[in-house]
């Protein structure tokens, strides 16, 4: 009896897994940027495969951190720099790094409510990746691939140039550098508070100026495509 009952249960997965990655696949070929001012709308534009610019007051910045984490240690490619002396530096290029969130409350400062996701089919966000960037001086972040199945930007400071670039454009823009894919995106010009929330398979790479840009990544994927999604 107990056998027959952990084979229902495997096939089970295994069926909602097939259908899962079936419709993680799926995209907008007419996905347009839609700025919501509030929450109201956003299954239907989740559902509709469209990336969502929402906005939302955080109070965590650089003079936050500052305040209360200025002495806390980041690996910055292999050397280990306080936040204090980081942000005193004029280049800084460090992206979505995990081991800050591991030594502060930010994740519960920040909190950002998850719940707007679970009336999705299937929405049971069973892993999730929270990290930070932080950028400073001319920088360019390099082409990102969104294979989560929530993949989520929250400005905390500064402001950022995103290029943001349907799946349709798949093939025209691989092997090619950013400048000539440029005419494929969608350029749009992100704040602090700004949240954005890009649907699976899209991809993007941002650029920064001089000022310094905090950014706050939440990447979430469900119960049954978090394999899938970690080995593409």
């Known amino acids: 009896m107990l056998f027959l009952i952990i084979q229902t249960v495997i096939i089970l997965y295994i069926i909602f897994a097939i259908y899962s990655i079936i419709e993680i696949k799926k995209y907008n070929k007419n996905g347009l940027i839609v700025d919501l001012n509030n929450d ?35 690996n910055n490619n292999e050397n280990f720099i306080s936040i204090k002396n980081l942000f ?22 920040i909190n950002f409510d998850m719940d707007i996701f679970e009336n999705l089919p299937l929405p049971i966000l069973l892993y999730q990746e929270h990290s930070l960037s932080f950028l400073k001086g001319e920088q360019i972040i390099s082409k990102q691939f969104c294979k989560h199945n929530i993949n989520i930007l929250i400005i905390l400071e500064g402001e950022i140039t995103i290029y943001l670039i349907n799946p349709k454009h798949k093939d025209d823009i691989m092997n090619k550098d950013l400048q000539s894919i440029k005419k494929y995106s969608h350029k749009y010009i992100l704040k602090k508070d700004d949240v954005f929330i890009i649907p699976p398979n899209w991809y993007y790479f941002e650029e920064n100026t001089n000022n310094l840009t905090i950014q706050y990544h939440i990447d979430a994927s469900n119960i049954f495509t978090f394999h899938y999604n970690y080995l593409r």
Do not use: A, C, G, R
């Open 88 to 109: 005193q530096n004029d280049t800084i290029n460090i992206f979505k790094n995990k081991n800050i969130l591991k030594d502060t409350d930010l994740k519960d400062k």
């Open 40 to 74: 109201n709308n956003i299954k239907v534009e989740l559902l509709s495969l469209n990336p969502i610019l929402l906005h939302k007051n955080v109070n965590v910045d650089s003079e936050y951190l500052l305040k209360n984490y200025s002495n806390i240690m980041i």
